[in-house]
C-alpha cells in the first residue's frame, strides 16, 4: 500500500525559476467575451480525433455534441455557443507542426442558448462509477494539466487493480502560468466537489492535493473549503517550488517516495494523479452539466498590456484574448502557447483556444529570446544533472542524431518528459528537445508501420487458410460422391437397361405390325382364306362386326 511522507522527498535534477506569475494575478479572474465565429478543432486530445455529427448550415445550442469519440482514447467535441455551423474544413491549429486539421466553425447568434445535455447527475455519490464514468465521457472531459488524456480512461483503473492514493496536481510548476492557481483561489468549490466525486468514482483509500509553496492564497482558499465542509478525507501536502515540480512522475515521487516503473503507469503502485482544473470540470458536469466548452487561459507576458486569467470559451481566436487584455505592447517579440519552457511558437494569433492551452505568452525579447545557432556538444554533463527522469540527455541526443531509433529505446526515451531543463542548461544551446520529440515520432512512425504490416500479413495468412479449407472442404464433397455412386448395385443396373430395350422392340414391332394391318394389299391371286382373313381385319378397323 503506497503512504504518504511526512516530509516531501526531493526529485532528482530540476531548476530553480523564477515564478513570473504575479504579473497575471493581479486582476481578477473574468469571462472572456464570446467572438463571432468560433473555430473548434476535432482533436483536442491525445488518442482518436472526434467525428463530426453536424454539417453546415446546422444550428446548434451551447453543449450540444457536434462531434463524437472513435476510440476509446477519444472524446466527443461539443458547440462552445449557440449559433449557425458555417463550414467543416481543414483550419489553422495550435500546434508546433503549425498545420492545419479538421475543425468546426460556428458563427455565434450572440444569444448563448443552452441544449438540455442530460449530463447532471442528481445523486451521484449513490451511482455507480461506470455510469460516472460514462458521464465524464460524454462532458468530452480531457486531462487540462497540458497531455489532455481522456479523463474517463484514467478513471477506470481496470479489473483487479486498487487505488491506494489519488493525488490531485496543484504544482502549477512552470513560469508565468497562474490558471489553476486562479482557478483554486476564486472556485475551490468546484475543485473540491470535483475530487470528492473522484474518490467514490475510483473508491480511493487517500486523497491529497499537493501543491507548491509558493502559492499560499490557493492552499488558504482550499484549506477553508474543506474545513466548511467539513471534510476530513483530502489532505493538502505542500511541496517545495522546484521545476519540474508538476510533473506527474515527480510530484509522485515527492509525496510518496515511490518511483513509477520505467515506461509504466502510476496504477502500477496504486496511484492516479489529475489536475485541479480536470477535478473542477468534472463538478461543472455533474452538478451543473456543462460539458468541457471553456478553460481557463493565463495571458500573460510583457508583450501585453493587461496580463490577466480569463475564463475563455474553445474555440475563441487568440487575437480576441490579447484584445480583451489591452493588446500587444511595444515590447512584445514571440507569441507562444503554453510556458517558455514547455511552450511552442505561434505564426499568428488567429489560432483557436482548445481544452489543452492554458497560457498564452506575448513574450519580449529579454523573456524569450531566439536560441543562438548551436555548437557541438562539450560533455560538460549539466544535462544530466538537471533531468528529472535521471535519464542520459548527452545519449539520447546522439542516437537521435544518427537515427539509430533501436538503440535511443535502449536509454529510454519515453521516460523522457520534455521538460525542457536539459536544454535551458546546455552551454551549447543544442535544442535537445527537439531531438527528443522527432526520435519518438520516428519511432512512433515506425510502430504504426510495423503494425500495418503486421496486419497486412496475418490478413494474408487467414487468406491462404481459408483458401485451403475450402479446398479441402471441396475434395471431401468430392469423395462423399464417388463413395455413395459406388455403393450403388450394378447388377439391378444392367436388367433395368433391358427390359427398357426390350420394351422399346416391342412398340417399335407392334406399330410395324399395324401399318401392315392397313395397308392396301393386291387381292389378286388369293386364296379364299386369305380373303376371309382381310375381310374380317377390315371389320376391325371400320368398327363393323359379323352379323352387323
Avoid at 502500477?268 to 485541479?276: A, K, L, T
Avoid at 529570446?369 to 549539466?382: D, V, Y
Avoid at 439391378?492 to 414391332?509: P, S, T, Y
Avoid at 395397308?519 to 352387323?548: C, F, V, W, Y
Wanted: aromatic fraction near 4%.
Amino acid at each position: 500500500m503506497v503512504t504518504l511522507l511526512e516530509k516531501p522527498a526531493s526529485f532528482p535534477g530540476g531548476l530553480h525559476l523564477p515564478p513570473e506569475k504575479s504579473q497575471s494575478l493581479t486582476e481578477p479572474l473574468q469571462s472572456a467575451a464570446i467572438p463571432p465565429r468560433l473555430t473548434v478543432p476535432l482533436s483536442q486530445n491525445i488518442g482518436e480525433a472526434a467525428e463530426a455529427v453536424v454539417k453546415p448550415g446546422d444550428t446548434v445550442l451551447r453543449g450540444q455534441l457536434i462531434a463524437r469519440s472513435l476510440g476509446y482514447i477519444s472524446a466527443p467535441v461539443h458547440a462552445p455557443t449557440s449559433g449557425t455551423v458555417s463550414a467543416i474544413g481543414d483550419y489553422p491549429v495550435p500546434h508546433p507542426s503549425g498545420l492545419s486539421a479538421p475543425c468546426i466553425v460556428i458563427d455565434s447568434d450572440g444569444e448563448d442558448r443552452a441544449a438540455d445535455t442530460g449530463l447532471k447527475m442528481d445523486n451521484v455519490y449513490q451511482e455507480d462509477p461506470a455510469d460516472i464514468r460514462q458521464h465524464v465521457r460524454d462532458a468530452g472531459i480531457v486531462g487540462l494539466g497540458g497531455a489532455g488524456f481522456p479523463t474517463a480512461v484514467k478513471l477506470n483503473p481496470g479489473p483487479g487493480r486498487v487505488v491506494d492514493l489519488l493525488i490531485i496536481n496543484a504544482a502549477e510548476c512552470e513560469p508565468y502560468i497562474s490558471c489553476d492557481e486562479a482557478l483554486m483561489c476564486c472556485r475551490p468549490n468546484d475543485v473540491i466537489e470535483g475530487i470528492r466525486i473522484m474518490r467514490h468514482a475510483l473508491h480511493a483509500k487517500q486523497v491529497v492535493i499537493g501543491i507548491e509553496d509558493n502559492m499560499p492564497n490557493a492552499i488558504d482558499c482550499l484549506q477553508n473549503e474543506l474545513t466548511r465542509l467539513g471534510e476530513t478525507r483530502i489532505q493538502i501536502k505542500v511541496i517545495p517550488a522546484r521545476y519540474p515540480a508538476g510533473g506527474e512522475k515527480q510530484l509522485i515521487y515527492a509525496l510518496t517516495g515511490e518511483e513509477v516503473p520505467s515506461q509504466g503507469l502510476p496504477i502500477d503502485i496504486g496511484v492516479v494523479c489529475h489536475n485541479v482544473g480536470t477535478a473542477a470540470a468534472i463538478a461543472r458536469a455533474i452538478h451543473h452539466g456543462e460539458p468541457l466548452i471553456s478553460r481557463i487561459v493565463t495571458v500573460t507576458g510583457a508583450g501585453v498590456n493587461q496580463p490577466r486569467n480569463l475564463e475563455v470559451r474553445i474555440g475563441t481566436p487568440i487575437a480576441a484574448l490579447i484584445e480583451h487584455c489591452g493588446g500587444y505592447t511595444d515590447e512584445v517579440a514571440r507569441l507562444l502557447v503554453g510556458g517558455p519552457m514547455m511552450g511552442f511558437a505561434l505564426r499568428t494569433d488567429q489560432l483557436p483556444i482548445i481544452k489543452t492551452s492554458n497560457c498564452v505568452l506575448a513574450a519580449s525579447a529579454q523573456e524569450a529570446p531566439e536560441p543562438p545557432p548551436p555548437h557541438p556538444c562539450i560533455r560538460c554533463a549539466q544535462c544530466v544533472d538537471v533531468c528529472p527522469a535521471s535519464l542520459l540527455p548527452q545519449q539520447l541526443y546522439w542516437y537521435a542524431f544518427a537515427r539509430d531509433m533501436e538503440k535511443i529505446q535502449d536509454y529510454n526515451l519515453f521516460d523522457c518528459i520534455e521538460c525542457g531543463c536539459c536544454a535551458q542548461v546546455c552551454p551549447s544551446h543544442i535544442p535537445l528537445v527537439q531531438y527528443y520529440r522527432f526520435a519518438k515520432t520516428e519511432i512512433w512512425d515506425m510502430e504504426r508501420e510495423r503494425e500495418k504490416s503486421d496486419l497486412a500479413r496475418l490478413r494474408h495468412e487467414a487468406r491462404q487458410e481459408r483458401l485451403e479449407r475450402e479446398k479441402k472442404a471441396l475434395e471431401e464433397r468430392r469423395a462423399r460422391a464417388r463413395k455413395s455412386l459406388d455403393k450403388k448395385p450394378k447388377a439391378g443396373n444392367a436388367d433395368a437397361k433391358k427390359a427398357e430395350i426390350e420394351a422399346a422392340l416391342a412398340r417399335v414391332k407392334a406399330k410395324k405390325s399395324e401399318q401392315a394391318d392397313v395397308m392396301p394389299l393386291n387381292t389378286e391371286n388369293l386364296t379364299s382364306e386369305q380373303h376371309t382373313k382381310i375381310e374380317q381385319i377390315e371389320r376391325r378397323r371400320t368398327g363393323k362386326t359379323d352379323g352387323a
